[in-house]
Nanobody, 127 residues
C-alpha cells in the first residue's frame, strides 16, 4: 500500500520558517514525481511545488518562488518542502501528492496528475 506521511506543520510567526516532510512508502522517490498542494479555508486547492523523478525538474507556484524549496533524500525516501519568509497567506493544509508518471511544466499544478495524496498537515502563519 502506498503511503504518504506528512509532518512538520505547525504555528509560526510571519517571516519564520518551517520544513515539511513527506515520507513515501512502496515507491522510490527517485522513480516518482512528488509534489505539495495546499488548501486554505474557503479557497481552492493550489499546487505549491513539485519535484520530478530523479529530481531533474522542480516547479513552483509564483506565489512561493524564491521562498520555498523542494528537495528529495533518496536514502530516507522523503521529500521536503523548506518554507522560508512565511506569510499569513501561506496558512493552509498542505498535502503531499505523488505520481508514478513524469509531470511536466505545463501540468504539474493540476491535481488530476497525482494518484496518491497524503492526509495533510496544517500550517498556520500568524501576523
Amino acid at each position: 500500500e502506498v503511503q504518504l506521511v506528512e509532518s512538520g506543520g505547525g504555528l509560526v510567526q510571519a517571516g519564520g520558517s518551517l520544513r515539511l516532510s513527506c515520507a513515501v512508502s512502496r515507491f522510490s522517490v527517485d522513480d516518482i514525481a512528488v509534489g505539495w498542494f495546499r488548501q486554505a479555508p474557503g479557497k481552492e486547492r493550489e499546487g505549491v511545488s513539485c519535484i520530478s523523478s530523479s529530481g531533474t525538474s522542480t516547479y513552483y507556484a509564483d506565489s512561493v518562488k524564491g521562498r520555498f524549496t523542494i528537495s528529495s533524500d533518496n536514502a530516507k525516501n522523503t521529500v521536503y518542502l523548506q518554507m522560508n519568509s512565511l506569510k499569513p497567506e501561506d496558512t493552509a493544509v498542505y498535502y503531499c501528492v505523488m505520481s508514478r508518471e513524469f509531470v511536466y511544466r505545463n501540468s504539474w499544478f493540476n491535481a488530476a496528475e497525482y494518484e496518491y495524496w497524503g492526509q495533510g498537515t496544517q500550517v498556520i502563519v500568524s501576523s
